[in-house]
């Protein structure tokens, strides 16, 4: 299947640091793609994959799992780490507990962690039915385009396959338990209202990983998706000031502070 239009990934090449964006489930390059746009314009160098099974139709989430959504930011870090000296790695949602692993399982690869709305356990009654549920029906109401602002479209799934769904509850269970070999310096951005994610996953985050550096910024009027929201371009200039604290001369990197 063809990707969805706005559904494509993003790459640019800049200078000596690197940054790894990494989406959420059934969601798109979409929701992080004028955040990757910003730091491209402050002259770093960016990768903002599109997870497989992602971008094209629910349905094609259905035979893949956290195995192959982890293989895929895995691989595009490598690669980030071929061209660049530093490398920091941001995520939404799903793609926060991503970044999560990834700062525990490649430590010496990962300067830093920039993290929005993470996600990191389900909630409620879907982990105890998922496992039945995937077996009898094939999806759910997606989850999609919880923003606040008027008018945004994040390109994500109207429908949550069960079956991936149920990985990702695989996923979570192995983040959660890693979380203190999360070392790297942290910023931690969430939403003070949010319909997907409840705030204790951003707490849990919190008081469980081992990182010294650690700083939490409330987003006050802004949904989940808020790399798209009213908070965006305070998401966009905290994160490329965290990134030039342990980078220095970035913002020097011949960019801008402004949008590209």
Not at 13 to 38: M, N, Q
Not at 187 to 204: F, G, I
Not at 232 to 251: L, Q, W
Request: proline letters at 7%; hydrophobic letters at 45%.
């Amino acid at each position: 299947m063809p990707v969805l239009p706005g559904a494509e990934p993003f790459r640019h090449a800049g200078g000596d640091v690197g940054v790894l964006l990494c989406h959420g489930f059934t969601g798109s390059p979409r929701s992080l793609r004028p955040w990757a746009e910003y730091l491209a314009g402050r002259g770093l160098t960016v990768s903002l994959p599109l997870l497989p099974g992602h971008g094209t139709r629910w349905q094609d989430m259905q035979p893949t799992g956290w195995r192959d959504w982890y293989a895929g930011v895995d691989q595009a870090l490598g690669e980030l780490r071929e061209e660049c000296g530093q490398v920091f790695v941001f995520g939404l949602s799903m793609g926060g507990a991503l970044a999560l692993r990834l700062a525990a399982k490649r430590a010496k690869d990962v300067s830093g962690l920039v993290l929005v709305n993470p996600a990191v356990r389900m909630h409620g009654l879907a982990p105890y039915a998922l496992p039945l549920l995937r077996h009898v029906l094939p999806s759910a109401k997606g989850l999609a385009n919880d923003i606040a602002r008027d008018g945004v479209d994040e390109i994500g799934y109207d429908r949550v396959p069960l079956r991936a769904a149920h990985s990702m509850r695989q996923l979570f269970a192995l983040v959660d338990g890693a979380l203190p070999q999360v070392t790297q310096p942290l910023l931690l951005l969430h939403s003070k209202q949010d319909h997907v994610v409840p705030p204790w996953d951003a707490e849990r985050v919190l008081s469980r990983v081992s990182s010294a550096d650690v700083r939490e910024v409330v987003l006050e009027q802004s949904y989940h998706v808020a790399t798209l929201d009213h908070d965006a371009e305070r998401i966009f200039e905290e994160s490329a000031a965290f990134v030039a604290r342990f980078a220095p001369g970035v913002a020097q990197e011949g960019g801008t502070s402004g949008r590209p």
